[in-house]
């Protein structure tokens, strides 16, 4: 799938400066150490359920390790073990099987971004309410951060929408809450802060701003504002027919081949060379002129409305998407998702979608 987050996606591995090593088996061995910590406070008689328990995180968590780099030397790591104790009793206390996974996402995100102590933070708090919050509310949860978060990469219209489709159809894997209860559960459990003197804004604003490269008018063809894009960009070696193409959202119209306008600062020229693709980024002139180009879009607010609807038209022909909208439109007041509701929340798309870019 072709999503990106906005922001920087590099990771940042916390420990990868030490220097013990560590394989699967120690790993293995270090998390039976740390649950014979954890398993102190049960009674004998729930022994038996915690180990099912704790054995499912442990088989879901390790493969996750091993696939990033040097990640299992987070096992040495002492603020590592001591969120590890915390995860088993978690999983111990949840007989919801998707918890185990989700738990084991939020392990990997520790790892991946524990450099960052706000992230760090919505981590370790997150491992503790994991089998605090509901299956509807982390569902909802999931995919307001979803809707603020995930942007499908492809310049073309119909594609960028299937992208979506496709993503909110993984994400949406139970029906959407009716009741708006799972707000206040989520602000309990620290995970949103509500404001309920505002509302969210719709999805046709959100995703027209999102992909503010191809909800556009564009240029005319074969008007003089036309000639004038053409004319710019062969004078900056730039390949016209590549560049410009046509609006699928209004057929008489041209547009640039982006999806957003931030993404002019990563266009690239492509060569071939013996059989093999070469990427030259944009020289800033270049890029210069493809914002002179932009200048000449059309202007006028009622193509502008039509382009628009459009839009929403083809996002109601497919049914995620038809469904998320009609669902938002429901939601009753705003909400801001704190680095709780964040890490969990993302945790869970990826739980969803394996392809999913990690937090920022």
């Known amino acids: 799938m072709e999503i990106q987050k906005a922001g920087d996606n590099s990771q940042q591995i916390q420990i990868q400066n030490l220097t013990i090593g560590i394989d ?7 998390y039976d150490e740390k649950y014979n910590i954890a398993k102190n406070s049960f009674t004998e ?30 096992f040495a790591d002492p603020s590592f073990q001591l969120l590890l104790v915390e995860a088993q009793k978690s999983a111990a206390a949840t007989e919801r ?8 996402e939020l392990l ?51 594609q960028a929408l299937d992208i979506l489709n496709d993503l909110f159809g993984k994400i949406m894997y139970s029906e959407l809450p009716v009741s708006n209860d799972w707000i206040e559960h989520l602000d309990i459990l620290d995970a949103v802060r509500i404001n309920q003197i505002g509302k969210f804004k719709s999805i046709e604003d959100i995703y027209t701003t999102m992909l503010n490269g191809i909800a556009v008018v564009g240029i005319k063809k074969d008007s003089e504002e036309y000639n004038q894009a053409k004319d710019i960009l062969q004078k900056n ?66 193509l502008m409305t039509k382009v628009k609807k459009t839009f929403m038209d083809e996002w109601m022909k497919r049914p995620n998407l038809n469904k998320l909208k009609l669902w938002w439109d429901k939601l ?29």
Do not use: W
């Open 24 to 30: 699967e088996k120690r790993a293995r061995e270090i």
């Open 97 to 104: 099987e998707v918890d185990y996974d989700l738990l084991s």
């Open 45 to 74: 008689e729930a022994i038996k359920i915690a180990n099912e328990r704790v054995k499912d995180l442990e088989n879901k968590l390790i493969p996750k390790m091993e696939a990033i780099n040097d990640g299992l030397k987070a």
């Open 332 to 360: 009753p007041y705003a909400f801001s998702i704190t680095s709780v509701g964040k890490v969990l929340a993302h945790a869970n798309a990826q739980r969803c979608d394996k392809t999913l870019p990690p937090l920022n």
């Open 237 to 302: 070696g730039l390949n016209f027919n590549m560049i410009l193409v046509e609006n699928a959202l209004n057929s008489d119209f041209v547009r640039i081949r982006i999806n957003n306008i931030e993404e002019i600062q990563n266009m690239q020229i492509v060569l071939f060379v013996n059989g093999s693709k070469n990427f030259i980024p944009f020289s800033d002139i270049q890029k210069q002129a493809i914002h002179s180009v932009i200048e000449l879009y059309s202007k006028d607010s009622n």
């Open 108 to 158: 990997v995100h520790r790892i991946e971004r524990g450099s960052d102590r706000h992230v760090r933070t919505g981590v370790h708090r997150a491992v503790e309410i994991v089998e605090d919050i509901s299956d509807e509310a982390l569902l909802a949860l999931t995919v307001v951060h979803s809707v603020n978060t995930f942007i499908p990469t492809s310049a073309d219209a119909n």
